[in-house]
Structures are given as structure tokens and as C-alpha cells.
């Protein structure tokens, strides 16, 4: 899927910059009631990898434990935690970015879905992921899965039963009018009906059995409101489970008047529809941050999406961003507080893309800083501030339009009178001195992030 028309959810863009300061003082602060509802499962904005931008439905067992040991050893170190197996792991004849229009999903005699045992040889027997969730805990890493919103059309096709649901079945709890526009594997479940709690309480027990911690769950947050029961039983049924697992929600552009209610349910959901190696849609998700940045907080992140960079889409392409827009994107990520889940083939992973990703000084201001806030847009230049654990803060300048050029920020708004030292964190080199006017030449297209005290 690819993001569709930019909408600002009624903030207008000057709007909501010139109130930043104001906006800031609330992403302190959760939603009324949450913090008292769900336990806080994501202090830090979550980091990993998923499979989708690189190998789509494909991947195979072999795959995965290849690439899981190439992030331990690469990536983890730098905080990358999670390893997620992206959608349709349980498809047999799964083969690209697009899916079949019958499938037939390997399934339980609960109408759970299990991995295709022709890709995960481990999972014959009724293993499920537990064979390969065990190796990925092995190496230090956290195992993710793929879900698909609702129950297998072909659990409602055959009838199975539902789990501990005294003899209800699939048909009783499917709604077959609540179906995905780009998927054709599932049915929703109609909350109203008895037994449907039940068939979400047996999924995410199968998932806790198997080992699972984060589970990326699919067609939830568009339409959010006809989507929203179903957003609470996935939740209770994690609760019930007694495995903390992070949910994270997809699709979006979730909409940002839900964001009390988003952030009571899942630890990170996505802002936009996928978000793939195009500058257009780069430039987009500046204006969706900017209008969620009073809601990222522990334990709930909006989400901007993976990071298609390296080697991409079955290996057949290299990232189409140039090294200025990649800069520019891991330096949003970062100052926005977005998830960090990089999507291409670590089994390529090349030097340049192994440096962007495993700064330490850029990966601090994702993890660790605070009162993050956009504060204008004009003539193509974005400033972003945040307050910096170590004192001080961090400065993130954005040049959005195709010509190099100045990108200014009067350091005055930070409360700062005089002469300041000035850090460059993607440089990993001082600055020196700087007047309260920061002034830096930027290229087209491109970022930069400082550390200011």
C-alpha cells in the first residue's frame, strides 16, 4: 500500500507550529487514564528489523534465522531489539508483494493460523514459531510476528471451532461484511458476539506459547472507529495471555483525535499507509509528526513506519534516497521519537547503511530525549528541538526544497542569550561557539542535528 493524500486531521500546519511550545508541555503527560490501564511495555521508542521491504510474503525459515543472526551481531548491540516476521507467514504459496486471491492458510483445528511448514520446516507437528522464537531469544533478540485483523476466511469456510468458547464456531463470530481492501485472508470478528473475545484470547495465548513479544497487527487503525472493538480485544487478550507482548498497529494515518484511546490499546501505531523509498512520501511524514508530536510518550509512539534502506523489494533494488534524504529521514525519525524498524536485507547490509543506522549520538536523541517539538515551516526549512538528557538540546534543521541553502534557528526560543557550544552529532565532531542566531547550509533534501550547550 502506499500513503495516500496528506491530511492534517484539522490542525492547520502554521497552526500547530506556532503553538509548539505549547503542544510540548502536554507530550510530558499521558492521556487521562492510560498509565492507570496498561502496563508501560515500551519506555523507549521500539527498534528492530521486519522483513516486509525486503523479502514481502517469502520469507522462509532459513531466511529469517540468517538475517536474525546477522542483526545480533550488527545491530543489536546498537539497541535494535526486535526481529519480526512480516505478513503471511503462514500462506504456503505466498510469492511477492501482492497476494492470492484464495488463499489457503495453514491452520489449527481452532481456525488459528500457523507458519506454512513448507517455508518453516520447524513449525511440522504444531510447533508454530516456537522452534525459531527460542534461536532469536537465543541470540538477545525479541521475536515479532505479522497479524492479519479478524478470523481465516477459511476458518469460517470450514466451520472450526472456536477455542474454549463451548461450541461456538467460526461462522458465529465472523463478520463477513468487515473485510480488508488489499488483503483477502481474513474476516473481521463482530465483538458483540458471544464467543469473539474468546477467538482473540486463543490467538494471542497460541502466540505466548510460541514465545512471541511484539506483534505487529494489520488493518487495525483505518477505519479506526468501526476497527476500535477489535483494537480492545487484541489488547485484552495480551493481558490475558500473561506474556507481555507490544502491539503495534497498522495501517494508518491513524486519526490523531483517537490518540487517548490508541495509546490506552497499543505501544506504537502507524501515522501513515506504507511508507516506501519515494521523497513525496518522505516529505509527508514531516507534516504527520509534526501534528502527533504532542502524543509520543513511554510506553506509546506514533509510528512513521520502517526504514526502507539498504537493498530492497526481493533484493531486485538498492534504496532509491539519495545519502542526504537518508540523512534526512533517520534524523525525523530520531528528533520525532518514531520507532526505528529498519526494513532492508541485512544480508546486505552495506557500509554507509551500517553507519546511518548505528550512530550513537543520533540513536540517543530517539531514545532518550525529551519535549520534542517541531517549531515552523517556512520557505522549505523545518527546525525541531528537543531537551537533551545530558543538558542542553538537541537541534534537528531540515532543507525540504531542491535547492541547497541556508537553514536558520534562533536559539533565543530555547532560552538561550548568549554564546552556546554546538556539537554536530551526525559529523561526530565540535563546532565550536555559536551566536544565538544558528545559521547552517544545508543540501537539498537534507539534515542536519546538533547537540546544543
Not at 519480526?84 to 492470492?100: F, M
Not at 471451532?161 to 461484511?177: C, E, K, S, Y
Not at 487495525?220 to 500473561?242: K, N
Not at 520534542?372 to 534537528?396: E, I
Request: include cysteine.
Amino acid at each position: 500500500m502506499s500513503s495516500g493524500t496528506l491530511r492534517t486531521d484539522g490542525i492547520g500546519r502554521r497552526g500547530l507550529l506556532q503553538g509548539a511550545a505549547a503542544l510540548g508541555a502536554l507530550a510530558a503527560a499521558p492521556p487521562a487514564g492510560a498509565a492507570a490501564k496498561a502496563p508501560q511495555l515500551a519506555p523507549t521508542p521500539p527498534m528492530g528489523w521486519n522483513s516486509w521491504n525486503s523479502f514481502a510474503t517469502t520469507i522462509t525459515e532459513a531466511q529469517a534465522l540468517e538475517t536474525a543472526a546477522i542483526q545480533a551481531r550488527e545491530l543489536l548491540p546498537f539497541g535494535y531489539t526486535i526481529f519480526t516476521i512480516d505478513i503471511q507467514w503462514y500462506e504456503p504459496e505466498a510469492s511477492s508483494y501482492t497476494y492470492n486471491a484464495k488463499p489457503m492458510p495453514t491452520l489449527d483445528a481452532f481456525g488459528r493460523l500457523l507458519p506454512a511448514p513448507n517455508r518453516f520446516p520447524s513449525a511440522a507437528g504444531g510447533g508454530g514459531f516456537t522452534a525459531i522464537a527460542k534461536q532469536v531469544h537465543a541470540l538477545g533478540l525479541r521475536f515479532g510476528v505479522h497479524l492479519m485483523r479478524g478470523i481465516p476466511r477459511l476458518a469460517v469456510e470450514r466451520n472450526l471451532p472456536v477455542l474454549g468458547a463451548n461450541g461456538i464456531r467460526a461462522r458465529d463470530i465472523a463478520d463477513t461484511g468487515s473485510t480488508c481492501p488489499w488483503n483477502p485472508d481474513m474476516f473481521g470478528v463482530d465483538m458483540r458476539k458471544p464467543g469473539a473475545q474468546a477467538y482473540y484470547d486463543s490467538v494471542f495465548a497460541l502466540f505466548a506459547d510460541w514465545g512471541v513479544d511484539f506483534v505487529k497487527m494489520d488493518d487495525m487503525s483505518r477505519p479506526y472507529d468501526a476497527h476500535a472493538p477489535e483494537i480492545e480485544a487484541a489488547a485484552r487478550a495480551i493481558r490475558a495471555s500473561g506474556r507481555p507482548m507490544l502491539l503495534s498497529l497498522s495501517p494508518g494515518e491513524t486519526p490523531v483525535p483517537r490518540a487517548e484511546h490508541v495509546a490506552r490499546h497499543a505501544q506504537m501505531w502507524r501515522i501513515s499507509d506504507d511508507f516506501w523509498d519515494e521523497w513525496t512520501l518522505l516529505d509527508a511524514q514531516f507534516t504527520r509528526l509534526e501534528n502527533w508530536s504532542a502524543y509520543a510518550r513511554p510506553g506509546a509512539w506514533p509510528d512513521a513506519d520502517m526504514l526502507p534502506l539498504g537493498r530492497l523489494a526481493l533484493g531486485q533494488r538498492d534504496t532509491k534516497f539519495t545519502p542526504d534524504e537518508q540523512r534526512t529521514l533517520m534524523t525525523l525519525w530520531s528528533i520525532a521519537r518514531s520507532p526505528l524498524i529498519m526494513g532492508g536485507d541485512l544480508r546486505h547490509l552495506d557500509a554507509p547503511t551500517r553507519a546511518l543506522l548505528t550512530n550513537r549520538e543520533v540513536l540517543a536523541v530517539n531514545q532518550a530525549s525529551s519535549e520534542n517539538r517541531p517549531w515552523f515551516v517556512a520557505d522549505h526549512r523545518r527546525v525541531w528541538t528537543a531537551r537533551a538528557p545530558q543538558g542542553g538540546h538537541y537541534v534537528a534543521l531540515f532543507n525540504t526544497g531542491d535547492k541547497d541553502g541556508e537553514a536558520t534557528f534562533d536559539l533565543r526560543l530555547l532560552g538561550r542569550t548568549g554564546a552556546t557550544h554546538v556539537r554536530n552529532l551526525w559529523e561526530g565532531r565540535d563546532e565550536g561557539p555559536c551566536a544565538v542566531r544558528m545559521v547552517r547550509t544545508l543540501p537539498s533534501h537534507g539534515a542536519g542535528l546538533y547537540h546544543i550547550a
